[in-house]
Structure formats: C-alpha cells, structure tokens
C-alpha cells in the first residue's frame, strides 16, 4: 500500500530555484520529482550521491591549465 505524501517546506534562494526549475523543465521533471529522486538516491546508496568537496564551483567554468612538460 502506498503511504501519502508529506510536504517538505526548504528555504531555497529564488534565483537558485528559478535555475533548477528552468533545467528540471527542460528534462522533463518537476523541482518536486527531482527532490524526491535526490531523496531516493541518497537512501539507495546510504550517502550524498555525488562527491562534496571544498573546490570553488568556478573551478568548473576554467579552462584546463596545460600540463607541465
């Protein structure tokens, strides 16, 4: 049997929300349905499913340094 939902009410900053909805849109997904699979996963798997670390996320827009040779 199906248990009911329960609502989960988060502080969210609004130009945040407005991105992740605008991405969910895209994919298909509600910020809801997108939460609850966040949710699952992190149950399924006993831990955050991705790595946290203490990078700056503009880090990720960089372009690759060349290696040293």
């Known amino acids: ?14 130009e945040l929300k407005a991105q992740a909805k605008a991405l969910f849109d895209e994919l298909g997904l509600s910020l809801s349905g997108a939460c609850n699979i966040f949710l699952r996963q992190a149950v399924r798997e006993g831990r955050i499913p991705f790595e946290i670390t203490l ?3 503009a880090g990720k827009n960089a372009a690759p340094s060349e290696s040293k040779k």
């Not at 009911?4 to 969210?12: E, G, K, R, S």
């Open 55 to 57: 990078n700056s996320p």
């Open 1 to 14: 049997m199906a248990s009911t939902p329960t609502n989960l009410t988060i502080p969210i900053d609004p």
